[in-house]
C-alpha cells in the first residue's frame, strides 16, 4: 500500500502563496488518482482538488479553481499543491489522499489511502 506525508503547512498572511506537497512511499503513485482536500476548524472534511493518472486531468472545489494547481510528479513519487491568494477561511488542515479509482474522485469516500495532514493557517 501508499503511505502519504504532507508537507509544507504553516501561517502566511492573506493573500499570500504557499506549496504543500505530498510525498509518498511504499508504492508508487503512478496508479493512484491523488487529491488533496482540507478540514477547516468545525467543519467536515471538503474536496479541494485531484489529479488522475494523466497529469492533463485535473479538477478542482469552485472556490480554490483559478487560484490553487494540482501538480503530480510520478517521478518524485509526489504531488504538489501551489495555492495563491489565500484566505482567511482556507485555513485548516489539509490531507493529501489516494484513490485506486481510475475515474478521478471528488468524494472523499471514494479515497483509499491517507495522510496526517498538515496545517495551514492564514491570518487576516
Known amino acids: 500500500q501508499v503511505r502519504l506525508a504532507e508537507s509544507g503547512g504553516r501561517l502566511v498572511q492573506a493573500g499570500g502563496n504557499l506549496r504543500l506537497s505530498c510525498t509518498a512511499s511504499?508504492?508508487?503513485?503512478?496508479?493512484?488518482?491523488m487529491g488533496w482536500f482540507r478540514r477547516a476548524p468545525g467543519k467536515e472534511r471538503e474536496f479541494v482538488a485531484a489529479?488522475?493518472?494523466?497529469?492533463?486531468?485535473?479538477y478542482y472545489a469552485d472556490s480554490v479553481a483559478g487560484r490553487f494547481t494540482i501538480i503530480r510528479d510520478n517521478a518524485e513519487n509526489a504531488v504538489y499543491l501551489d495555492m495563491n491568494n489565500l484566505k482567511p477561511e482556507e485555513t485548516g488542515v489539509y490531507y493529501c489522499?489516494?484513490?485506486?479509482?481510475?475515474?478521478?474522485?471528488?468524494?472523499?469516500?471514494?479515497?483509499?489511502?491517507w495522510g496526517q495532514g498538515t496545517q495551514v493557517t492564514v491570518s487576516e
Open positions: 489522499a489516494a484513490s485506486l479509482r481510475v475515474i478521478v474522485q471528488t468524494i472523499e469516500a471514494e479515497y483509499n489511502y
Open positions: 511504499g508504492r508508487n503513485i503512478r496508479g493512484y488518482t
Open positions: 489529479v488522475g493518472r494523466s497529469p492533463s486531468s485535473r
